[in-house]
């Protein structure tokens, strides 16, 4: 049995005690999370979001990509959320390596260099202020005066504010 | 009380009792889940996935789009994940627009058409078997052999099974 097996199996119990088949698909709350993709934070636990109340964005680093800016774009625009949260967090991979370093060890191996940039950071709460620039500064989102970052301490599960709009 | 401030009390609970600090950054189930930013979505309770479990890539749509290659790189090559499942749902909003709809749209708001595809489809299932193409065939993920996709169907709460590697 693989962990997707099981995985599947998890979901039969879900499916068994399902009630919430009725929501709309607007988020409730009109927010969107931008989180990072990390195994120990999970968004909806740690800010008490229920099923259909807000859009969860994650990549790696819960970094303003384009594609974040992209499901910004989309959830604004189309299904109406009004505020941002980011949350990155303590002990984070992104902090572990460098993007020469990764492509470096890539194209060692593959003999082929990405053409994207792996966003690594070395400091997390820095890099909150980073991914909230990207955010006001992007000509496509149209709401951002409610866009607050925090980052999130996975040893105590506390989250600590670091920029507000 | 804006809605983050709401998000924020809701943490001081989550904080006052949380008992899982000291998990370790690789995921414990070595899966990593891509899946729609959804509001109805909840991917940690719809695969029963606890904290620690797995990394949780989320974009509008479920997408691989390069920013969740990045993110699938590295999950695999610097934190151990060996599994992929990809996660699209029925009654997505990305069903509900095309990309040259949009971007028109939004060059007639704001004078400025982004350069970026917005990866708008028109059927969940044909697009979750393009998104598991792009991650087998991109060269920098490693491990594409345990690579499933799935449709959540957000009216009863189950998956789909719709491709596998």
Redesign the interface.
Known sequence: M???D??????????DS?T????P????????VLAC??????P??????A??????????GGVA???????L???Q???GTR?I?VVHHT?C??E??SDDQ?KA??VAE?G?R?A????AFPDARADVVQTIRRIQTS??IPHTD?V?GFVYD??????E?VFAS
Do not use: C, W
């Open positions: 693989t962990v997707t099981e995985l599947i199996a998890a979901n039969t119990r879900y499916r399902f919430k088949g009725d929501l698909l607007p988020p409730a709350r009109q927010v969107a993709m990390d195994a120990r934070l999970d909806a636990q740690v800010l008490g979001l099923e259909g109340d807000a859009h969860v964005i994650r990549n790696a990509s384009d594609d974040a800016i992209r499901s774009t989309i959830s625009r189309l299904l505020s949260v002990d991979g992104m572990t390596f990764l060890s890539i593959t082929q990405p994207f940039a792996f966003e000509p496509f409610d607050r996975v040893r105590t599960g506390s989250l504010e």
